[in-house]
């Protein structure tokens, strides 16, 4: 099977090319090193032609001040449903975020921009399978919620069911490879607070830099209304096996 992976360069996107190629898939990678502008649309069709799947793990961001993230995920989420039309590459795997169509999130603009991108595909006409993940344990090590400085490390207190992003790019293959489409929501095996998180982290590391609590932009980081839905699949390992598989690699 012919896979296009789009950010196939990411976080999650390197490691779905990776597993996809050692499954035996085809695999083709639609990056602005390729010459595939997700934003603009730029290249798009091109690249996917030919492709059986494309799995989404992108995450667009604005190529200038003028536009909002809002708009270069809404924009890219159309873009992307387009050209599969145009190429007639009918299934596509795109990876989400669990729990942003609570009301609670209403207030927070990328929340809101993944829920209309779900939507937009959703009325595409294409088979759409929607991963939901949770936040993931490399949310800890590098994301806005996380601020790690010479003196210390600031981070948000997040309430979060972290799971491995090599446990997210198994579930989209895994998705890409069904015959029918169908949503799965994904999270790990415990809740953790963020900052008790990046704690571990550091400890792990030798690292004495202090940690300093402050509030979430919304309460709802806080409060919850992050952990894993009830029929949400769970999926290892918990902090303690992945931070040892840190250590390992």
């Keep these: ?13 390197s490691r779905v090319a990776a597993l996809a190629q050692e ?3 085809e695999i083709v990678l639609l990056t602005r090193g390729e010459g595939v502008n997700l934003v603009t649309g730029v290249g798009l069709a091109e690249a996917l032609d030919g492709a059986d799947v494309a799995i989404d793990a992108s995450s667009p961001t604005p ?13 890219s989420a159309r873009n992307l449903a387009d050209a599969c039309v145009d190429a007639e590459v009918r299934r596509i795997v795109v990876l989400s ?14 929340y809101v921009a993944k829920r209309d991108q779900e939507e937009y595909l959703r009325d595409s006409g294409l088979e759409v399978s929607v991963v939901r993940s949770a936040q993931w344990f490399e949310f800890a090590e590098s994301s806005s919620a996380v601020s790690y400085g010479d003196a210390g490390v600031t981070v948000e207190d997040w309430y979060v069911q972290p799971i491995a992003v090599d446990s997210v790019a198994e579930v989209l293959v895994r998705e ?26 550091l400890a792990a590391r030798h690292d004495p830099r202090p940690v300093t609590v402050v509030a979430p932009p919304l309460p709802a980081f806080s409060d919850g209304a992050l952990l894993a839905p009830a029929g949400a699949e769970i999926l290892g390992p918990n902090a303690t096996g992945w931070l040892a598989g840190r250590r390992a690699g």
Excluded: C, Q
Excluded at 63 to 75: G, I, L, Q, T, Y
Excluded at 103 to 109: E, K, L, N, S, Y
């Design 1 to 13: 099977m012919k896979i296009a992976v789009v950010g196939g360069t990411g976080t999650a996107g």
């Design 23 to 25: 499954r035996g898939h």
């Design 63 to 75: 190529p200038d001040p003028s536009m909002s993230r809002f708009d270069a995920v809404v924009n």
């Design 97 to 110: 975020i669990a729990n942003i169509d609570k009301p609670a999130f209403d207030a927070f603009g990328y």
């Design 176 to 201: 890409a490879e069904r015959r029918r489409a169908r949503d799965v929501t994904i999270a790990g095996p415990e809740p953790v607070r963020l900052p008790d998180l990046v704690r571990r982290i």
